[in-house]
């Protein structure tokens, strides 16, 4: 059997799905309720669902921008970095609130994965969420109570204001990670995404001490840690973990 075309920093088709679904799994299985899950989402033909082609997609990841009132339920001091709170109640107008979701595309020009993402303006009143602080920047996953989607699409200049200054540092210095702006393939809407123009060579870097078959299977993980980084979207260290 030849080997994974991972080594080169690639994926093909058959195992961009394998690592998607082997994503979505693992995901499931960290214990951190306060995170929504990936899912996979099959494209569709003529109706009927793909058994081949699809793509991984994070809904409902709320930004609360500098602004917001934040009041605890509790008498826990504000925690540190990057640490899951529940029972919150939150007030905040739609321009402090964000929505975003992300999509996880295979490209068959590049043979990488691309990430997807935009970001609506909302306005809200929440109470019994979690939400997960980060070192710059506050993302919000929440069972919401009551939720108004304003239904404006953020531009560019609106999302840069919610990344973290290490996602503006890394946008802005990397020759390899910019955001552009074209149509989903699979949904033909336009949405923004992470250029894939250059991931080959620093996914070979990060997976060349794995075997064929880990390497394969942790590309995603392993993707996600530089890509969810540039957008601001904190990955548990979980899921680096071998099973």
């Not at 080594?7 to 679904?21: M, V």
């Not at 058994?51 to 009132?69: C, D, H, K, M, N």
């Not at 973290?164 to 946008?171: E, F, G, I, N, V």
């Amino acid at each position: 059997m030849g080997s994974s075309s991972a080594c080169d920093g690639t994926l093909s088709l058959d195992e961009f799905n394998a690592s998607a679904k082997a994503l979505v799994t693992k995901w499931r299985g960290i214990d951190v309720d306060a995170l929504p899950d990936w899912e996979w989402r099959p494209c569709r033909k003529m109706g009927v669902p793909s058994e081949t082609e699809g793509f991984v997609a994070l809904e409902g990841v709320y930004r609360i921008r500098a602004g917001s009132q934040i009041e605890e339920s509790s008498d826990d001091p504000v925690p540190d970095d990057d640490v899951v709170g529940h029972d919150t109640s939150v007030q905040s107008s739609r321009d402090n609130v964000h929505l975003y979701d992300f999509h996880i595309v295979y490209s068959f020009s590049y043979k990488v994965p691309v990430l997807y993402f935009q970001g609506l303006q909302a306005g809200m009143h929440i109470s019994e969420h979690y939400w997960i602080f980060t070192s710059s920047a506050s993302f919000l996953i929440a069972n919401v109570c009551n939720l108004s989607l304003g239904g404006q699409l953020l531009t560019l200049d609106e999302i840069k204001k919610d990344l973290p200054p290490h996602s503006l540092q890394l946008l802005n210095e990397s020759k390899w990670t910019f955001i552009t702006r074209e149509e989903h393939p699979h949904l033909s809407r336009p949405w923004f995404t992470l250029h894939p123009c250059g991931t080959s060579d620093w996914m070979k870097l990060l997976l060349h001490k794995l075997g064929d078959k880990d390497r394969s299977l942790q590309y995603l993980p392993a993707w996600l840690s530089v890509a969810g980084q540039a957008v601001g979207l904190k990955i548990p260290l979980k899921l680096y973990c071998s099973s």
